[in-house]
């Protein structure tokens, strides 16, 4: 789960499903000032991120995936206490729609 730099929707349904049967958020956090339907987000602030708990996954989109992707490291290093994921495809992926087997 945290081996991988990037998680598709599926497995942010999934992986956070999962994480929080063990108390664990997961924070989808936005990079371009654009809110993704049918989900929460948080615009980014570092200074309110760093508010969350050790631990709390933070998963960071922007339109593409690319940009954030290539920003994990400076992410990492600004919260070196959370796990940080990029969203593949970020917002130009996003299904609305999308099904999960297990709800949020």
């Known amino acids: 789960m945290f081996t ?16 929080k049967k063990k108390n ?6 936005d990079t371009i000032l654009k809110p ?14 760093q508010k969350f708990p050790h631990g709390t996954v933070f998963v960071f989109y922007c339109d593409t995936g ?11 290093k600004k919260f070196p206490n959370n796990p940080c994921i990029s ?3 970020g917002r130009g992926y996003w ?4 099904k999960n087997d297990t709800p949020l």
């Open 36 to 49: 993704l339907e049918n989900i929460p987000t948080l615009l980014y602030n570092p200074f309110e991120l």
């Open 95 to 98: 299904r609305p729609n999308f």
């Open 4 to 19: 991988k730099k990037e998680w598709t929707q599926a497995e942010l349904y999934t992986y956070t499903n999962e994480l």
């Open 66 to 76: 690319k940009t954030t992707k290539e920003r994990l490291s400076y992410y990492q």
């Open 24 to 29: 664990i958020d997961v924070v989808l956090v």
């Open 87 to 89: 969203l593949r495809g």
